[in-house]
């Protein structure tokens, strides 16, 4: 059976299931778009995205297709070849909180067929895929999971804003509970993907997930304790790391910034050490202090912040504090679990008055007390500090250093020695 005769029910239509949907689309699938929040739905129907990697001409191309539709209702998704199911798998009270998942599976359970393809691709622990998510499969259908329908598993590895790494073009883990399953899923996402990796068995293929991302989340949690040893030290970090960087093997460069943000670092590795916990009875370590040190972050910029101030024998409560970037990454408006955030909550709890600047989050709902403005030269000379906590693009950076009277720059963005570093 092609492409064109196959029907494939993406649930949750977020960062990561929406664009997976469009992309189906684009290879010939027929495709329902399963998301159960109602305005996201009315968004969509009228082309309005809320994902930075599709437009508002992807989404009414993609309709126009005849091959894609949206819906809140699970039971119109019936007769589906293939369903992959993107939701949300965030942390509550510090444990992972599989409800979406859970709900998701069971809403879909009674709409297998024989025959059918169900991949799991939220992030998760190892273990979801064939304890959770098969055993509520099977119980509201009726059937097999293995035999009668198709389970795998597939991490999505989404990176907001990457113009270079899409989603066609990275490489693609590909599992399933046994090789008929892997297979099944393989073969699907190799019809719009450049790449798929097969990997032996789910749990490796949710470990994979997790490992990446702990990886990340430690290296970064080395360079930022680093950083904060050497501006005690009086030693440049960023020197240091270039140097370093010449050394054609054994070293890989991470920087130093005012945290970590988005869906994964802040929270994959806390999976990790949960299961570790549940299964082993031992906590990893290492994995706990790297997520203390990454979270301790914006704490450390507002402390670097607070000592700029007194240097000029200024306090919080008299200051005027000009924040460029919100988002947690450049050229993006993805403001989850941002460290800007973070920096701008601290300040206001100091007294700080806050005023920032992020032409991509503009209109998005923020805290009240934080005041939107433009980058002008009479915003710049009027902060007594501007700090630079997320570098996008379209900032004028030259006028940030002639124009404020004191600058932070936590993402080493700005060229002249006289800016204060992270």
Known sequence: MSAAQKTVAVIGQGYVGLPLALQAVRAGFHVIGVEVNEERVRRLRHHDSYVEDVSDLDLMNAFDSGRYRVTSDFGEAAG??????????????????????????TSLAPLITPGAVVVLESTTYPGTTEDVVAPLLEEGSGLKAGEDFALGYSPERIDPGNATWTFAKTPKLVSGINESSRIAVQEFFDAFVDRTVAVSGTREAELAKLLENTFRSVNIALVNETAMFAADMGIDIWEAIRAAGTKPFGFMAFTPGPGVGGHCLPIDPIYLDWLSRERTGRSLGFVNLANDIN????????????????????????????????????????????PAMDVALKLLEAGARVRAVDPCVDGLPLDPRIEMTTLTEEELSAADVTVLLTDHDSFDYDLVESASQHVFDTRNRLVSRAVERI
Do not use: C, H
Not at 295 to 319: C, E, H, N, T, W
């Open 295 to 338: 979270r301790g972050m914006p704490g450390y910029v507002v402390q670097r912040i607070g000592d700029a101030l007194k240097k000029r024998d200024r306090v919080f409560a008299d200051s005027r504090v000009l924040l460029l970037g919100l988002s947690y990454k450049a050229n993006s408006a993805d403001m989850r679990e941002s």
């Open 80 to 105: 589906f070849d293939i369903a992959v199911i993107s939701v949300p798998t965030p942390l509550t009270n510090g444990e992972p909180d599989l409800s979406a998942v859970i709900g998701s599976s």
